[in-house]
């Protein structure tokens, strides 16, 4: 039993370690080593982790290792068990955020003209096709379409995609795939197995899991000290304050080993993996991953977070993302949109519109491609306004993808108004048939909540196919370069039923709208614009140039009308981990 001295001398020393902690950075390696030794893990396991973040890997190893295999045991348990299931901030209509005026919008995009200028002085100094760029995670090719114009200006990318995505969507051979899918699974492996040639992708890298990752992580955490060296010698770029923190996600060992070849990433959607493979990389916003994800308060949250924010630079493609930006604390976001090959994504001959004519009757083909969802595109909207302007134009079809969890009984309304005979029911197609399918129609109707445009208007726009939806006009006024794209803005059915009769009536009309869809994309997404800055921001991170931020609108203070904002954000969040948008 502990006498009540020795336990009063354990508390003093312990307190004196504390004290000593809180000026970690001044104290010499012997003391740091010392006050290391003397904390408790089991009681004291964030002021031990936060005393170990100020070290540098090698010292932080050090330290680690000098604790013995019981206490590390303790720190490691004490890391792990911190998981919080609740939210750490949510913001269910970002697009409403009071930061988002067109004067803040103005000036980040007069700041983010002065970091791409700071990357293109950087790049200047070295050959960017002597270097190797990763790109990691592939939400619907959000990256593999920018890696594809860059390739052919002589960039080595090669794409990494996470172990665990099987979507179709993530998978670079969806974006050259001319060919349509029935009903049935859409991951990749199933679609194998059923027969579908899906075209093979040179430089793409799927690595598998590493199963054996949890023995790393109890070797460092529990193994004897020559034992935890080995392991952390195989791997030097491992953190082993990360590998005890964090040790399920570790599976992606081998993706992470790969890395180590790479000068610089771009990442999205998977922050872990350029976060823990500790290479110098951009980040890139990709719809949910800087929303939802990082709102999160447990574990996955956390990741995100910290991914986004030790970026080198966080790539702004909409007016969002500083909203987030706002929330998170975030001053190194900069403007940086979205970046589509104009060589692919062009006008061409309408390769489907003799067929749909042949099929149903009509001459007027309105299309919808974007799943059918009601909560977050609005999609009822987009088919409400064509069952209204359905009778004013006999020839009128509309030219659905019979996807997203709404689409039977969105579409089944249409067929109980009589509208059956006027449905072009389409399956999900590749992106390279999904091109032709723009070419064919005569408008697109997209999305009416998130008041933004995604990957399916711009495409639309590129292959010069007039858009109808909703749009924050004002921000993406402020924000792009030459002005909010010339969409059709619609809020309701009417104005939907107003803007598709005025395009079927009048020729001329949808000439100039096609016209100024076209100029408009390439002026503002086309990898003509982009392409440069693209590489100068990838080579002058792979120089490890750090961007200066200090003036950055975004290192404004919080205002009132902001914080109340958030805290009410946060007070209407759903239920944990449910998302909700609106």
């Known amino acids: 039993m502990v006498s009540r001295a020795t336990a009063l001398a354990t508390s003093r020393r312990r307190g004196v370690a504390r004290k000593r902690a809180e000026r970690f950075g001044v104290l010499s390696p012997l003391e740091r080593r010392r006050t290391v030794l003397s904390l408790h893990p089991a009681s004291d396991t964030a002021v031990l982790e936060g005393v170990l973040r100020e070290c540098g890997r090698d010292e932080r190893v050090e330290l680690l290792l000098s ?32 930061w988002l005026t067109p004067t803040n919008l103005k000036d980040v995009r007069a700041f983010s003209q002065r970091i791409r200028d700071q990357a293109r002085a950087m790049a200047a100094k070295t050959d960017p096709a002597r270097l190797r760029f990763g790109f990691v995670g592939n939400m619907a090719n959000n990256l593999y379409s920018r890696a594809v114009p860059l390739r052919r200006r002589g960039l080595s990318i090669t794409q990494f995609l996470h172990p665990q995505d099987d979507f179709i969507m993530s998978d670079p051979s969806w974006e050259e795939f001319d060919g349509s899918l029935e009903e049935g699974p859409l991951e990749v492996t199933a679609l194998r197995e059923r027969g579908v040639a899906l075209p093979p992708v040179l430089g793409v890298v799927k ?72 290479r110098p990389y951009l980040a890139a916003q990709n719809g949910g991953d800087l929303w939802f994800e990082a709102s999160r308060g447990d574990v996955l949250g956390t990741i995100q ?32 949109p979205l970046m589509l090959d104009e060589e692919i994504y062009a006008p061409a001959a309408p390769r489907f519109r003799s067929e749909w004519t042949e099929r ?29 302007f359905a009778p004013r134009c006999p020839g009128a ?35 390279r048939r999904l091109l032709d399918v723009y070419r064919s129609a005569d408008c697109l109707l997209d999305q009416f909540v998130l008041g933004q445009y995604g990957a399916t208007a711009l495409e639309a726009m590129a292959c010069g196919l007039p ?46 709208h096609r016209a100024a869809a076209r100029t408009w ?19 002058a991170t792979a120089l490890g140039h750090r961007f200066d931020f200090s003036d950055s609108p975004l290192r404004q203070p919080l205002d009132e009308e902001e914080v109340a904002y958030h805290t009410a954000g946060l007070a209407s969040a759903p239920a944990f981990p449910e998302y909700r948008v609106g």
């Open 467 to 512: 858009v109808v939806m909703r749009l924050e006009l004002a921000q993406y006024d402020a924000l792009c370069e030459t002005g909010a794209p010339p969409v059709l803005q619609a809020e309701g059915p009417e104005e939907v039923a107003r803007h598709l009769s005025a395009l079927s009536t009048d020729a001329d009309a949808r000439r100039f």
């Open 521 to 539: 994309f390439v002026a503002n997404h086309s990898a003509r614009r982009w392409a440069d800055d693209y590489t100068a921001l990838l080579v």
């Open 397 to 431: 079809r509309l030219v659905a993808v019979t996807w997203g969890r709404d689409h039977a009984r969105l579409l089944g309304r249409l067929r109980e108004a009589g509208l059956a005979e006027r449905l072009v029911p389409i399956p999900l197609s590749g992106k």
């Open 67 to 98: 604790l013995p295999s019981w206490k590390r045991r303790l720190f490691h348990d004490g890391l792990v068990g911190r998981t919080l299931e609740k939210w750490h901030s949510y913001d269910s209509h970002p697009w409403r955020h009071p």
């Open 207 to 278: 690595a598998e899991q590493d199963p054996h990752h949890l023995e790393f992580v109890l070797a460092v955490a529990r193994g004897s000290r020559a034992l935890a060296e080995r392991e952390l010698g195989r791997r030097p770029y491992v953190d082993p304050l990360e590998l005890l923190s964090f040790p399920s996600f570790f599976s992606i060992l081998p993706t992470l080993d790969r890395l180590q070849e790479m000068d610089a990433l771009l990442a999205t959607q998977s922050l872990q993996i350029p976060l823990f493979a500790h």
């Open 360 to 388: 149903s009757g009509g001459d007027f083909f309105v299309l919808v491609t974007a799943r059918l969802d009601q909560e977050t595109k609005g999609s009822q909207v987009a088919l409400e306004g064509f069952r209204r």
């Open 305 to 336: 977070r910290r991914g986004f924010a030790a970026a080198n630079g966080l790539l702004a493609t909409n007016p969002w993302t500083f909203a987030h930006a706002r929330r998170f604390g975030f001053s190194h976001a900069f403007y940086l």
